[in-house]
């Protein structure tokens, strides 16, 4: 089955502790892209890439980064979560980048205390 | 990108037609309307997307005006698991950006029993 699949689904943790989300599709997409839903911002894009080793910002950059080694995955990694860090988190991909046909994963609940 | 307006929200008897109407009267030529749903705090789902033409999958239909200033998502037979805020997109097909998807308000779409 095609899916983007994304862990954990739920996490608490607490300030200043790194954390590690991944994220993997089995669609042999290009394409990967992180966002982030907050209650009336609507959805926002952290970070993307386009293929393996290119990565770019998106609208909230600041307190995430991304890594892209494998085709397959793209984790999204907080060095030092801060409380502002609690949202919803989505990764997405598409088999290029100006394909809008994104497939999403399931998401994953983050909250920082 | 050019601004759609959609109603806040409708409703729908099971097993009725849902036609849930999009505007975006500013649409350029190359400029794509594409369709999403978001079940409550789920991962959005792609639905369609068209240009010009009207578009039909199995999951729902589009139906794109001459003049291309509106458009209506049909789901032929709703259930209770449409129930859903739908969102109507518009995207010119490779920018040179992120491809990141924004979402407005969208329409609650409530199917009852």
């Known amino acids: 089955e095609a899916q983007v699949t994304q862990n954990p689904r739920y996490l608490i943790t607490v300030t200043g502790k790194k954390l590690t989300v991944t994220c993997s599709q089995n669609m042999n997409h290009e394409y990967m892209s992180w966002y982030r839903q907050d209650p009336g911002l609507g959805l926002r894009q952290i970070y993307y890439s386009m293929n393996v080793e290119v990565t770019d910002k998106g609208d909230v950059p600041e307190g995430y980064k991304v890594s892209r080694k494998e085709k397959r995955n793209f984790p999204l990694i907080l060095e030092s979560p801060s409380p502002n860090q609690t949202s919803l988190y989505f990764c997405?991909?598409?088999?290029?980048?100006?394909?809008?046909?994104?497939?999403f994963g399931p998401g994953t609940r983050l909250t920082v205390t | 990108d050019a601004k759609t307006t959609q109603p806040t929200s409708m409703d729908c008897a099971e097993g009725r037609a849902a036609n849930l109407p999009c505007n975006h009267s500013t649409i350029s030529g190359n400029e794509y309307v594409y369709w999403y749903r978001q079940i409550h705090s789920q991962g959005p789902q792609y639905i369609i997307h068209?240009?010009?033409n009207n578009e039909t999958n199995e999951m729902a239909s589009l139906i794109i005006t001459e003049d291309r200033k509106s458009s209506t998502l049909i789901l032929p037979h709703a259930t209770l698991r449409d129930t859903a805020v739908y969102y109507c997109i518009v995207r010119v097909a490779w920018e040179t950006s992120g491809s990141r998807l924004t979402f407005g308000e969208g329409t609650q779409l409530t199917v009852n029993p």
């Open positions: 068209g240009l010009k």
């Open positions: 997405a991909s598409s088999l290029n980048r100006g394909v809008y046909e994104q497939y």
